[in-house]
């Protein structure tokens, strides 16, 4: 196969595997991430609670309840970590499941810590939880992605843009070049 071609069909691949996750309403991503975040959330809401998990509800000393919507698992933001992950050419196979795997593990990590300090906010009565919610949620989400992102390309020593680099290419590629 000639390297144009490979690289069309990588390149196909990738995005189609995007497409195709985007088409199944995410729940990949709650399905695999929603039990991993209720149950090390409880876990480590053990040390300070005692705590109890019934489906997608952690029950702390027999009568306080945290329900963990799809929100709370911010499935969309794995999708997002997915997209850029995904939309950078020239990554041979096994970097690219290790940037995926830091990505995630990254993002995980931090949701839950953010999910044990607004429960301790909540839980201890402190009046500004529904600020410290909404900062978490609109800002805290969208620096968290981004800097996990900026964190994977130093790590990782990417030099590609995302999606501008496959554009550059397909231009090079068609018949619409001035």
């Not at 199944?24 to 399905?31: A, E, P, R, T, V």
């Not at 799809?70 to 997915?82: E, F, H, K, M, R």
Request: aromatic residues 18%; glycine residues 4%.
């Amino acid at each position: 196969m000639k390297k144009s071609h490979k690289e069309l069909f990588h390149l196909a691949i990738r995005y189609l595997i995007l497409i195709l996750v985007s088409f199944s309403g995410l729940w990949i991503f709650y399905f695999i991430f929603s039990p991993i975040t209720i149950y090390l959330t409880a876990f480590l809401l053990k040390i300070f609670f005692q705590t109890l998990v019934i489906g997608d509800l952690v029950i702390l000393k027999n009568h306080f309840l945290i329900q963990m919507i799809n929100a709370c698992v911010a499935g969309s933001a794995y999708y997002l970590l997915l997209i850029l992950n995904l939309s950078v050419p020239d990554i041979n196979i096994k970097k690219r499941i290790k940037m995926i795997l830091f990505a995630f593990g990254s993002f995980l990590i931090v949701n839950i810590l953010r999910i044990i300090i607004l429960t301790m906010i909540f839980f201890y009565g402190i009046s500004w939880f529904a600020l410290a919610h909404e900062i978490f949620w609109y800002v805290g989400s969208i620096v968290l992605v981004v800097g996990i992102w900026f964190a994977e390309v130093k790590l990782f020593k990417i030099k590609q843009i995302p999606f501008y680099t496959d554009i550059k290419f397909l231009y090079k590629k068609s018949n619409l070049k001035c």
